[in-house]
C-alpha cells in the first residue's frame, strides 16, 4: 500500500511531508494537502479547488509510545460558490481544539477511569482542558429520563462541601436513575425539581425520604396523590442518636462510683447501635452481658427492634396496631429520652405506616452517597457544581425495566 494511502486512514486528505524530532521528548509531524483530494467545504460540504488563503496550525495528536506528536497542519479556506469563503472541512479535527478527534476520545476514555488530575499529569495536558473534554462526553451521554414513567421517587441530601452546604438529589426508586440534583436542601432549593416534573407531577404514588420537612411540604404541595414514607435508615439512625445514646451516658454517669463498669457502658456506643447480626460471637456475647446488666440500656435497645417491625407490617392495620403497641411501651419504660422520642414520632407516624403500602427506603441513595463521596474525593473536590452533578448522573444511569 503506498505511503500516502496508508496516512490517509489517519488524516485524511493529508500526507506526511517531514518528521521533526525534538530534545523535550515530542515528535513533530508535518503533514500536506494531498493534491489528489480537493478540500471540503465546512458549510455546504462540497468540494472545491478555489483556495482562499492557508493557515498553519498545531495540534495534539495521541501520543506515540513514550513520545508526545504533535501535527502541524496547513489548513485551508475555500471560496465555495454557496457559502463564500469557509475554512475547509478536515473530519479528523476536533473542531477550535488544539488536538485531533482520535486523542479527544482518547481523553474521554481514560476520564471513564481516572481522576481528571491524574489523566492530566499522564497527558501532559492542562487540567481545565482534560474537564471541558470530559464535561463535553457528560452532557452528550447522560440521557434525559422519561418523566412518563415516574411513579415513585427517593429523595435524599448529601455533602456538597465542608461548612454544612448540601445538596439534593432525586432518584427513582424502581430504575435507580438519578433524576435531578440541586444546591441546598429547603423547599425553595428542591422547588425546580418540581417544576421539572411539571405535568407528571399527579402521577407520582411514593416519595421515600427522610423526616426532612422541606422535602415532606413540597411533595404535598405538588404531587397530591403520593404517599410520603420515612425511611427506616434514617429513623433508626435518630433513634440511635436520641435514645440509645443518651441512655448510655446517662447510664454511664450513674457510675461514677464503679470505674469498671463505667468504663464498660462508656465503650459500648457502637456495640448498641450495630444489627445484631453483624456482630461476631465475642460481640454478642459482650453485648448480652452489658444488658443484663442495665434494665434501662436493655429496654432502649429492644424498643429499637421493636420500632423496626413497623417497616414490615404486611397492612395499614397491623402497622397502626403496631405503632399503638410501641408506642405505648415507650411511654411506659419511664426512660426521659425515649419518651420525648416517641412523642415526637407520632408527628410523622403516617409516613412510616405508609410503608405498609410501599415498602420503600433511599438504602439505595444511601449507597449512592459513598459512591458520590468517592467521586468527590477522586476529584479533590469540584469547582463546576453542573459539571459534579453530571458525573453522579452518569454514574447512575438507571436499570431497564
Same mark, same amino acid.
Given at each position: ?47 472545491? &479547488?478555489?483556495?482562499?488563503? /492557508?493557515?498553519?496550525? *498545531?495540534? $495534539?495528536? !495521541?501520543? #506515540? ?5 504533535? @501535527? ?65 462526553? &457528560?452532557?452528550?451521554?447522560? /440521557?434525559?429520563?422519561? *418523566?412518563? $414513567?415516574? !411513579?415513585? #421517587? ?5 455533602? @456538597? ?65 403520593? &404517599? ?174
Amino acid at each position: 500500500m503506498p505511503e500516502a494511502n496508508l496516512l490517509s486512514l489517519f488524516w485524511e486528505g493529508f500526507s506526511l511531508a517531514h518528521i521533526e524530532s525534538a530534545t523535550d521528548n515530542a515528535l513533530t509531524l508535518r503533514l500536506a494537502p494531498m493534491p489528489t483530494i480537493a478540500p471540503c467545504c465546512s458549510g455546504c460540504g462540497q468540494r472545491t &479547488l478555489a483556495i482562499h488563503d /492557508v493557515s498553519l496550525r *498545531r495540534v $495534539r495528536e !495521541r501520543d #506515540l509510545f513514550d513520545r508526545r506528536v504533535w @501535527l502541524q497542519v496547513p489548513v485551508r479556506r475555500v471560496r465555495c460558490v454557496d457559502c463564500g469563503i469557509r475554512t475547509e472541512s478536515i473530519p479528523w479535527l476536533a473542531g477550535r481544539r488544539r488536538m485531533t478527534a482520535a486523542m479527544v476520545s482518547y481523553v474521554e476514555a481514560m476520564t471513564r477511569l481516572w481522576p481528571i488530575g491524574q489523566v492530566a499529569a499522564l497527558l501532559g495536558l492542562h487540567w481545565h482542558t482534560v474537564r471541558a473534554i470530559d464535561h463535553a462526553r &457528560l452532557r452528550r451521554v447522560v /440521557v434525559a429520563p422519561d *418523566r412518563s $414513567r415516574l !411513579r415513585r #421517587l427517593m429523595m435524599d441530601e448529601f455533602a @456538597l462541601y465542608k461548612g454544612h452546604r448540601y445538596a439534593t438529589v432525586v432518584a427513582c426508586a424502581d430504575t435507580q436513575q438519578v433524576l435531578w440534583i440541586g444546591e441546598g436542601r429547603s423547599r425553595e432549593a428542591i422547588q425546580p425539581f418540581f417544576e421539572w416534573l411539571g405535568d407528571a407531577c399527579p402521577q407520582i404514588e411514593a416519595v421515600a425520604m427522610d423526616m426532612n420537612t422541606a422535602f415532606d411540604l413540597e411533595v404535598r404541595a405538588h404531587c397530591p396523590n403520593a &404517599l410520603v414514607v420515612y425511611d427506616l435508615f434514617h429513623v433508626i439512625a435518630k433513634y440511635g442518636r436520641e435514645v440509645v445514646d443518651r441512655v448510655r451516658v446517662d447510664q454511664a454517669n450513674a457510675l461514677r462510683h464503679d470505674a469498671p463498669a463505667r468504663r464498660v457502658v462508656k465503650r459500648s456506643r457502637w456495640l448498641l447501635l450495630r444489627n445484631r447480626d453483624n456482630l461476631k460471637p465475642d460481640q454478642a456475647s459482650a453485648l448480652d452481658e452489658l444488658l443484663a446488666a442495665n434494665v434501662p440500656l436493655m429496654t432502649a435497645y429492644v424498643l429499637k427492634a421493636q420500632l423496626k417491625e413497623l417497616w414490615f407490617a404486611p397492612s395499614i392495620k397491623a402497622a397502626r396496631a403496631r405503632w399503638a403497641q410501641w408506642y405505648a411501651m415507650a411511654m411506659a419504660s419511664g426512660i426521659a429520652p425515649l419518651q420525648q422520642f416517641a412523642k415526637r414520632l407520632s408527628a410523622y407516624v403516617e409516613g412510616i405506616i405508609a410503608s405498609a403500602v410501599h415498602p420503600m427506603n433511599t438504602s439505595v441513595l444511601e449507597g449512592m452517597n459513598n459512591r458520590i463521596k468517592v467521586i468527590k474525593r477522586q476529584a479533590y473536590g469540584f469547582r463546576n457544581a453542573d459539571y459534579f452533578f453530571l458525573k453522579i448522573k452518569a454514574a447512575f444511569p438507571g436499570k431497564v425495566r
